[in-house]
């Protein structure tokens, strides 16, 4: 697994405990995740996680709020609505990355 797949699975898991009103430990990550990521594969992506910006951390959580909705109450759209959540938190994703970058200072990106 790849550290990329690593840190969105533990971000959008982060994002339901957030959600439900926990706070994210590792333990509690570990557990939730269960064997989808490796424990070799965990821990970086929770140290990488962790410094993500608290704003960055809050986008996962509010996607992951906007968009259960959706799959629950149409159900014939499922293939649909599964593409679309996919996709959501990969922006997500992406998002706390830069912001990351950003906050670091070793943005490149050219405007």
Same mark, same amino acid.
């Given at each position: 697994?790849?550290?990329?797949?690593?840190?969105?699975? %533990?971000?959008?898991?982060?994002?339901?405990?957030? @959600?439900?009103?926990?706070?994210?430990? !590792?333990? %509690?990550?570990?557990?939730?995740?269960?064997?989808? $990521?490796?424990?070799?594969? !965990?821990?970086?992506?929770?140290?990488?996680?962790? @410094?993500?910006?608290?704003? =960055?951390?809050?986008? =996962?959580?509010?996607?992951?709020?906007?968009? #259960?909705? $959706?799959?629950?109450? @149409?159900?014939?759209?499922?293939?649909?609505?599964?593409?679309?959540?996919? %996709? #959501?938190?990969?922006?997500?994703?992406?998002?706390?990355?830069?912001?990351?970058?950003?906050?670091?200072?070793?943005?490149? $990106?050219?405007?």
């Amino acid at each position: 697994m790849n550290s990329t797949t690593a840190l969105e699975l %533990l971000s959008q898991e982060a994002a339901c405990l957030i @959600q439900e009103g926990k706070t994210p430990s !590792l333990a %509690l990550l570990r557990s939730r995740l269960g064997r989808k $990521v490796p424990p070799a594969d !965990l821990l970086p992506a929770f140290q990488q996680w962790k @410094q993500l910006p608290a704003e =960055a951390k809050q986008t =996962a959580a509010n996607t992951k709020i906007a968009k #259960e909705p $959706v799959a629950a109450s @149409q159900p014939h759209t499922e293939p649909m609505a599964h593409r679309i959540e996919h %996709l #959501e938190a990969r922006i997500a994703l992406l998002e706390q990355r830069l912001a990351l970058l950003e906050s670091q200072g070793t943005s490149h $990106v050219a405007g």
